[in-house]
């Protein structure tokens, strides 16, 4: 069988072993959901950047840039952190840099994994369908806010575990993994009013990205999976055919 | 109103701002039960040192020590890690040098906060009370495993979060409270069979100490409450008369 742990933010992930596993990152507010809608459009390529020092070099070469910080586009920055902005419109076919306040530093931390995709609640089910596919051990990294758990990752985390575990293909022993999925088991039963109690909800809230929020927490509208390839994320097309 | 947070990790430490805070220190398994028995048992003085040389150097001076690695007692110690074995015949009117694999250490780390106190699932609701009675903001602090997060730490935060929640002294914004309490609303249906899923309750069981999980989660067996002063725990005799 295979194993599922959860790691609830990357300051922790010293505490796990990577050898041959496939890393899942979550960033539900809202790196990771930001770019399953990005592929959901149809971006061809995503360049995730640690810093916005790295962003704006990349803007100097001409490639069009994500980046917001505290809730706002930064002023070199071609798109802020809205999900509503990246429209096939937008983004069809384009490569785009992107740097977040905590996912995409999260996503650089683990590059030298043996697989890592990309997970939100958007594509919940596409992910946990990849994930039974590839048949590894599978360590799912929560983004956390500055470094310190937070609730929406783990309440992602326990929705995949729960997926993942309905199959005996998939085992665990890890307390934050079945942490994950209790709480999970409490705000399923009415996960809009639940996500109210956040810290995120009322600091989104205060930034009057409300709308934002109910986006996030959407499960299943795309099949689409994303996984990192070199040091790019792209669609994994060869999954959906 | 004065707040609650919670920390599940001493490496998240860093992520709070410990000032003018009260800190209360979770090891569920073992070390704050085990101070807390102690004390119930008429313990003078407690001192916790970080590391085997540290209780090592202690006994040569003379000093009784507590020590374990591994639930194994090392083998200058006087005693093991059971709290089986610190009985009012042995300990009564003492001190004692202890130290154990994970709480200790996080005693230590949390010196210099304004207060800095023991509690376990045995003195739950007296650990309350003094907290309720100092009426500064707190912070529980889980000692985790390995410092990673733990189950059995993250409960009690949660019990004692939820019991000074109850009154309008207290109030949170902190994910890690939240989640805490959410856990502890799951658990306490059935605590005990609760407990046999997490990680502990398989390496305690493996270890020949299935015993000691039990006597872990008894709640409110003592209204002793411990604290540090200077560089030593004590029983906060004054609170009790």
Same mark, same amino acid.
């Given at each position: 069988m295979k194993t599922v742990e959860v790691c609830f933010t990357p300051e922790l992930l010293g505490k796990f072993n990577l050898n041959n596993k496939m890393v899942v990152i979550v960033d539900i507010l809202r790196a990771t959901t930001i770019i399953t809608t990005m592929f959901k459009n149809g971006l061809d390529k995503l360049i995730p950047v640690n810093n916005l020092n790295e962003a704006k070099k990349y803007k100097e070469k001409g490639f069009l840039v994500a980046a917001e910080r505290n809730g706002v586009k930064v002023d070199f920055a071609d798109f802020n952190n809205s999900p509503y902005v990246f429209t096939e419109e937008n983004i069809k076919g384009k490569t785009l840099v992107y740097s977040s306040t905590n996912g995409t530093n999260t996503i650089n931390s683990v590059k030298n994994a043996k697989q890592v995709i990309i997970a939100s609640f958007l594509n919940l089910s596409a992910v946990a369908k990849y994930i039974k596919k590839e048949n590894n051990d599978v360590l799912l990294l929560c983004s956390?806010?500055?470094?310190?758990?937070?609730?929406? %990752?783990?309440?992602?985390?326990?929705?995949?575990?729960?997926?993942?575990?309905?199959?005996?293909?998939?085992?665990?022993?890890?307390?934050?993994?079945?942490?994950?999925?209790?709480?999970?088991?409490?705000?399923?039963?009415?996960?809009?009013?639940?996500?109210?109690?956040?810290?995120?909800?009322?600091?989104?809230?205060?930034?009057?990205?409300?709308?934002?929020? %109910?986006?996030?927490?959407?499960?299943?509208?795309?099949?689409?999976?994303?996984?990192?390839?070199?040091?790019?994320?792209?669609?994994?097309k060869s999954f959906l055919k």
């Open positions: 956390g806010w500055q470094g310190n758990f937070c609730t929406e %990752d783990a309440l992602f985390s326990g929705a995949l575990s729960e997926e993942l575990l309905t199959t005996r293909q998939f085992t665990t022993n890890c307390d934050s993994a079945m942490a994950a999925m209790d709480l999970w088991s409490v705000a399923k039963k009415d996960i809009l009013a639940y996500i109210k109690t956040i810290y995120q909800y009322q600091r989104l809230t205060r930034l009057g990205l409300k709308s934002i929020i %109910d986006y996030c927490f959407q499960i299943d509208t795309t099949q689409v999976v994303v996984l990192l390839k070199d040091n790019y994320l792209v669609e994994q």
